[in-house]
């Protein structure tokens, strides 16, 4: 799969992730990024909106759906602190 894969339950624990996804945020394998609490992983990137400005935490898609949105989509970009590399999240 050449897409960026997590999936967190309602307490906002990853219970999957692909190697691609833990890549991305600086992890060095899919189980190393599952086992570290959500909050301490998104310390280690950056997120951006469309127009580049701080993306908030509280908007991205898995929190406002597991808060009962219907549509939660959001695209956003994802910037990891340590090595730079930038990609886009939906």
């Not at 009962?68 to 930038?86: F, I, K, L, P």
Request: proline share 3%; aromatic share 8%.
């Amino acid at each position: 799969l050449d897409e960026a894969i997590m999936v967190q339950d309602r307490h906002f624990k990853c219970v999957y992730a692909n190697d691609l996804a833990a890549q991305l945020c600086g992890f060095a394998s899919a189980e190393e990024f599952k086992n570290t609490p959500v909050e301490k992983a998104l310390e280690l990137v950056q997120l951006f909106t469309e127009d580049g400005q701080p993306f908030p935490r509280e908007q991205l898609s898995a929190r406002r759906a597991l808060q009962g949105e219907d549509t939660a989509e959001a695209v956003y970009q994802v910037r990891n602190r340590t090595t730079h590399r930038e990609s886009w999240a939906k």
